[in-house]
């Protein structure tokens, strides 16, 4: 039975691609911060599920949590914060959200790759969750989009020095999450998709087994071919 090991589970595009996995016949191991979202999402996964409760910025967390994931066929960096909301111009960044996006969003992500890196078995994957803020430039998303690109660039150099794993950045597209909810206070954000319009992306990606590099889950619905010309 494959394993994978997802962060950020409890909610949003985490919970969806971990409910669908689950489905499929994977075990599979989430993390969150609160222990009732923990709870809710376990029991929405259902029994295939495990969980740890912490924060994937804490490095005793990130010990716990490579641990408890066992051997593994998937590892999806998932969590992610915006920073600060409402968003920030860049000059406007306080130093302290700025640190704590980068441990969140770069230096949690790559720790946590290393130190399950033993664990995974030949030919698994790394999938690291990444966002259109890396190829595009907006007002007040400059500190977000820099972890992003930072991510992007780490886990296709991690392609080029790790040729027996497929590690792929996927960037999501806009979604009806707490997160991006948070990136627009006050506005409505129902026209978005719902996490799960992309789970099936994901679960193609994990079919076919593209070569590493950047995707998005809007070019994955297509032949193989397809996805790979865009």
């Keep these: 039975m494959p394993r994978a090991l997802i ?16 489905d499929d016949g994977w075990e599979v191991v989430v993390d969150g911060r609160d222990a009732n979202r923990l709870a809710d999402a376990l029991a929405e996964i259902g029994p295939r599920a495990t969980g740890l409760r912490g ?20 590892l999806v960096n998932n969590a992610s914060t915006l920073g600060v ?32 890196r033993p664990q995974l ?10 966002s259109d803020v890396t190829t595009e430039h907006y007002e007040t998303w400059g500190g977000y989009a820099a972890t992003k690109a930072a991510l992007e660039h780490l886990t296709l150099t991690l392609a080029a020095e790790e040729p027996d794993l497929r590690c792929w ?7 009806r999450t707490a997160m991006h909810q948070a990136a627009f206070p006050g506005e409505d954000i129902s026209d978005r998709p719902l996490p799960s ?9 994990l079919q076919d087994r593209p070569p590493s590099g950047r995707y998005r889950a809007a070019d994955l619905g297509g032949s193989l071919a397809e996805v790979l010309s865009a």
Excluded at 85 to 100: G, M
Excluded at 169 to 175: K, N
Excluded at 197 to 205: I, Q, Y
Aim: aromatic share 2%.
């Design 169 to 175: 950045a996927v960037d999501p597209g806009d979604l």
């Design 85 to 116: 909301s409402p968003l920030q111009p860049v000059l406007h960044l306080d130093p302290d959200v700025l640190h704590r996006l980068w441990e969140t969003n770069v230096v949690a992500a790559l720790d946590l790759t290393a130190l399950v």
């Design 121 to 130: 078995q030949p030919g698994a994957a790394i999938l690291n969750i990444t």
């Design 55 to 74: 924060d994937i910025t804490d490095v005793d967390h990130r010990a716990a949590l490579a641990l408890q994931g066992g051997q593994l066929d998937l």
């Design 7 to 22: 962060t950020g589970g409890t909610a949003g595009l985490g919970l969806a691609l971990a409910t669908a996995l689950a």
């Design 197 to 205: 319009s992309v789970v099936p992306a994901f679960l193609r990606l």
